[in-house]
């Protein structure tokens, strides 16, 4: 007996704050996952017509097409220079970036340094792959020691090409760093935890209280040449490892927050 008349009830839909539109991303790969917990997070808080979002360069550069808020295109790594300048004009809106780790972490180190000590009140979304995804899988700033990759055939070198950047680490020693965050896109647990940790990291900005960057490990499945089954369990066994997850710096007063 085929029974019709069982009543369903909805669990999730698409947020509002999400462009009803196909993304560009490949199969597999995990920013349309961070791209829905942003607009979740924003919707949430009632925050969507109050923000302004930055794109940088890399895969994401088109994440302006996928969010229905406000949002700027920034020059290669200069995400959170243009964050900077639009948070200080109006300061009562909430303004973040969206920055892979080729631009954050290499070309756009020094600006995400200076914003960071300078303590200015804007949010990070940093996802961290571990490779240039956009121009072809060339060897970021985060791949990891051995780990294969267009310009690098052999696997990373340390001795010579120098030990991956641990951002979020090094982020955390300014003074100005209010909250510095590591999650991971690669189960349904580790998701919620970086819900939250967003949702932290936007009430760190509108209570004033200084810099926030929540760090995401995410997958490459194309240019890793891996299944988006096998790109999964390899964040879960290589890249844990090198970048743990944890809280790496909250201050006292972010650490009062409650969500």
Known sequence: MVVTDVPT????DRPAALDPRVTHYCPGCTHGVAHRLVAEVLQEMGEVENTIGVASVGCSVFAYNYFD????????????????????????????????????ASIGMGEVVGAASRGENITIMFINNAT???T?????????????????????????????????????TL????????RSLHNAR???????AIR?????????LGFSLVEMLSNCPTNWGMTAVESRDWIEERMLTYYPLG???????VAEIKV
């Open 190 to 196: 580790e998701i919620r935890r970086a819900k939250k």
């Open 247 to 253: 809280d790496y710096k909250v201050s006292p007063a």
């Open 200 to 208: 932290t990291a936007f009430e760190v900005q509108k209570q004033g």
């Open 132 to 134: 240039y995804g956009m």
């Open 69 to 104: 808020i406000d949002f700027v295109e920034a020059a290669h790594g200069r995400a959170p220079a243009m964050a900077t300048g639009i948070k200080r004009v109006l300061p009562e809106r909430t303004v973040f970036t969206y920055q892979g780790d080729g631009d954050l």
């Open 9 to 12: 009830k909805l669990v999730y």
């Open 136 to 172: 072809g899988g060339q060897m970021a700033p985060t791949t990891l020691p051995g780990q294969v990759t267009s310009s690098s055939p052999t696997g990373r070198d340390v001795d010579r090409q120098g030990h991956p950047i641990q951002t979020s680490e090094l982020l955390a």
């Open 175 to 182: 003074e100005g760093s209010a909250y510095i965050v590591r």
